[in-house]
């Protein structure tokens, strides 16, 4: 009836384009989130309604649904219960260990930093402000303060003056999910820029997609671009410390791996063990984006060399409040942009409601050189509207 059954832990834009890829190789897939409607769900077999923290209710899914494979698509999840059910002889991608560790900053930054011996920015964890000023001490300013669990920038601050200490604690306490008050003060690494090298483990080992450039803000991801000209030697620097990670992480799937570049260094920042937000843009860049390369991994399927068509951006589209009721326009607006030299798509992800900042679509456009590409792609971004409704 169907290749493999898969229940597909959180179900936003990453894990809606995922089902596409896996829906299209034949699988049934389970979507699940803490809410209805969820982008993914709109294109899955079933979906199922809670929160992935609830160890209870993820229990009874994964009891009801017997998946192939268990496949985590956001970070806060009860790793406990994924690592049980791996011991029972479930499947977990790319491995209950791995969602576990990247779920934690300190325990991933301890397995890069002191066991695998990566380069990373200088750090100290705090779980006082008394600590964080301590932290401080010992990384100098400006430094960067995040909580030890959260996401998409939530809770993180940069502090340049000590005055800022205090708000910036306040706000990781305020904004960690989770049950530990704990924050990781990390040196400020002044970089020329930044890159996500999407790597692929699969049975037939390891392999490399072209570098993602990209610009964040708060924290967020605001563009990215393939590929990012790098040296050779910083380039290979990068890859040896992303194969250690995801050969130490085990399991097969696609991991994002962070890179901050400096002039004449690679710096290791974090990893998703999964398809990345940055990596959106290989739904126009790739002959196969990090969803299809991430549903082959976890299904066993062959590997082949990934073709990048040539230069491409992609561009968020972003709410700018709370609303219900609202409609997106502007999507003719945008693709009329594309041309017979350049390609322009729109991705608008189906989310039920906006709140400030929320993404809501994103936009692909391909160029003559990677500044063209990301014009082009903040403009066509730049032309869908999102319509608040009274
Ligand atoms: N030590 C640092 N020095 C300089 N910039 C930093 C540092 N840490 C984080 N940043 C900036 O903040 C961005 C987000 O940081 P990080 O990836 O650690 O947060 P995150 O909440 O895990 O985000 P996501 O879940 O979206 O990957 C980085 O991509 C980088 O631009
Ligand atoms: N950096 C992690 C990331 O990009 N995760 C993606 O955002 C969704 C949550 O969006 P929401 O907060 O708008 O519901 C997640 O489900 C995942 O697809
Ligand atoms: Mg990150």
Known sequence: MFTAKILLLGSGELGKEFVISTKRYGCYVVACDSYANAPAMQVADESEVFSMLDAGALRNAIEKHRPDFIVPEIEAIRTEVLQDFEDKGFTVVPSARAASLTMNRDRIRELAATELGLRTSKYRYAESLEEVR????????????????????????TVRTPDQLELAWNDAVANMRGDRKKVIVEEFIAFEYEITLLTIRSREGVSFCEPIGHRQERGDYQESWQPTPMTEKLLDDAKEMARKVVDNLGGYGIFGVEFFVTRDEV???????????????????QNLSEFDLHARAVLGLPIPQVRLHGPTASAVILADREAERFTIQGLSNALVLGSADADVEVRIFGKPTTRKHRRMGVALASGGTVEEARERARQAASRVQIGYEP
């Open 134 to 157: 301590e932290g401080a001490e010992h990384t100098g300013l400006p430094c960067v303060i995040k909580p030890v669990m959260s996401s998409s920038g939530k809770g993180q601050s």
């Open 267 to 285: 710096v290791f920042s974090e990893l998703s063990p999964r398809p990345h937000d940055t990596g959106l843009v290989t739904l126009l860049s």
